[in-house]
């Protein structure tokens, strides 16, 4: 099982390699779209990337209630126990 700051460091990682993001703005509190400047076509390929990464299957439901960086962290975390 994965610690949430593991999961932190590779959602990071994941962003800042799929969106080309400065690594000092991708921290837990950063809103994905306000901060990161995400639309949803950049969260559709975050899912997929984090579905290719953990083998986890994400619903729509559960994409739509991520708003921030901590979101996609504690929602990985919670599919992994």
Not at 6 to 12: F, G, K, P, S
Not at 22 to 37: K, S, W
Request: net charge negative; hydrophobic share 45%.
């Amino acid at each position: 099982m994965q610690s949430k700051e593991e999961i932190l460091a590779r959602v990071t990682e994941i962003l800042v390699k799929s969106f080309d993001l400065n690594p000092a703005d991708v921290h837990p509190t950063a809103h994905l779209i306000d901060d990161l400047d995400l639309d949803s076509i950049d969260a559709i390929d975050l899912a997929v990337g984090l579905e290719k990464e953990t083998g986890l299957e994400m619903s729509e439901k559960e994409l739509r209630s991520i708003q921030i960086v901590q979101d996609v962290v504690d929602m990985v975390h919670r599919k992994l126990k």
